[in-house]
């Protein structure tokens, strides 16, 4: 499954937020519990599979987990398996930090991508935007065939566009939008972040 898979189960479109996340689950929760459904298998399959959609969704929320959603778009990895991305590339799953590993790399290269997550995720954490670019844009330099590297890339600058939104810099945030979808344009669950972002600057006109 992927992140709008789990959406989907909640009910929800992809993108929503936290909240509405928060708020579906226990709608849906209270509905298809298996005390108020005790000779029903299915709604407890169904109650199931709205608590693996709720915990997944609730951890790639999580600011530990700012990088997560971006990866998770392609394919939530379980623990010790493999999977392709679009580009066909094979990765293996990294249990440590939920990195992607690439057999393309050279052990230098991977050492030095984990490396870095773990600096952007703090980085991240404490809003250190125009750092956090200038790491990451320097990391896809040195290592421009990673896909996940891109991911990292374009929910950067899509962060800092947040922030420029509520900075009312709506030019310069404008511009970080259109650069986070150009950097990686086949991420869905990036699109939606980045349509409630582009309605958030319409509002600033409003």
Request: hydrophobic content about 30%; some cysteine; charged content about 25%.
């Amino acid at each position: 499954m992927d992140t709008t898979d789990y959406y989907r189960t909640l009910g929800l479109r992809s993108g929503a937020s936290l909240e509405a996340v928060k708020a579906s689950y226990r709608k849906l929760a209270r509905q298809y519990h298996p005390d108020v459904n005790q000779n029903n298998p299915q709604a407890k399959e169904r109650f199931i599979a709205l608590t693996e959609a709720y915990k997944f969704l609730l951890d790639v929320a999580k600011p530990d987990s700012q990088m997560a959603w971006a990866t998770a778009s392609y394919t939530h990895f379980p623990k010790g398996t493999t999977s392709h991305y679009p580009t066909g590339k094979n990765k293996v799953y990294h249990p440590e930090n939920r990195i992607q590993f690439n057999p393309e790399l050279s052990e230098t290269e991977q050492k030095l991508k984990d490396n870095c997550y773990k600096q952007l995720q703090q980085l991240l954490r404490y809003q250190r935007f125009p750092r956090a670019i200038a790491l990451v844009e320097g990391l896809a330099h040195r290592i421009p065939q990673d896909q996940e590297i891109r991911q990292w890339q374009a929910i950067t600058y899509q962060r800092w566009a947040r922030q420029l939104i509520k900075e009312r810099q709506t030019d310069k945030a404008r511009n970080y939008l259109k650069k986070a979808l150009r950097t990686d344009p086949h991420n869905r669950t990036l699109w939606a972040e980045v349509e409630r972002d582009f309605q958030s600057l319409e509002s600033v006109y409003s």
